[in-house]
């Protein structure tokens, strides 16, 4: 699922459906790996463990990926604006244009940084529950 970068609203909706394995991650270690008292026999810990983790990962890079490239196409929108702006600095459609824009990215560089803590949280959370088994 690619990013919109043009549209903030659905930027953050496509991030949230995105999330969705960060945000279930203590329900897959739940019944994917057993607690010692409901253990079952033929699961093997370590393989479930390997599995979620390379999807954690995969998930983390792709997201990381894709904001990080809005944040450079963005960027550059307010780069080529300033530029408008400072030849034509009459015109408010450009100044407000700029403005919108300015946003965008601060809102873009936060989700970069709520970002990074999804990641630790998920970490986190895979580390308690599969250090004994699975160590990346």
């Known amino acids: 699922m690619a990013l919109v970068c043009d549209d903030f609203l659905a930027f953050e909706e496509t991030l949230k459906s995105l999330r969705k394995v ?3 991650i ?8 057993p607690t010692s008292s409901f253990s079952e026999k033929g699961i093997d810990p370590s393989a479930q463990c390997q599995e979620l983790y390379k999807q954690l990962n ?14 450079v196409s963005v960027s550059e929108r307010v780069h ?5 702006r400072d030849e034509d600095g009459d015109n408010l459609q450009v100044t407000k244009e700029l403005k919108k824009e300015q946003n965008k990215l601060r809102m873009m560089q936060n989700e ?21 088994f699975f160590r990346p």
């Open 22 to 24: 960060d945000d279930n």
């Open 26 to 33: 203590v329900h897959a270690l739940n019944t994917t790996i």
């Open 58 to 71: 995969a998930a983390h890079q792709s997201r990381e990926n894709a904001i990080k490239k809005c944040i």
């Open 80 to 84: 080529n604006l300033r530029k408008q």
């Open 112 to 132: 970069l940084h709520v970002e990074e803590v999804v990641c630790d949280r998920s970490s986190k959370i895979f580390h308690e529950r599969c250090r004994l």
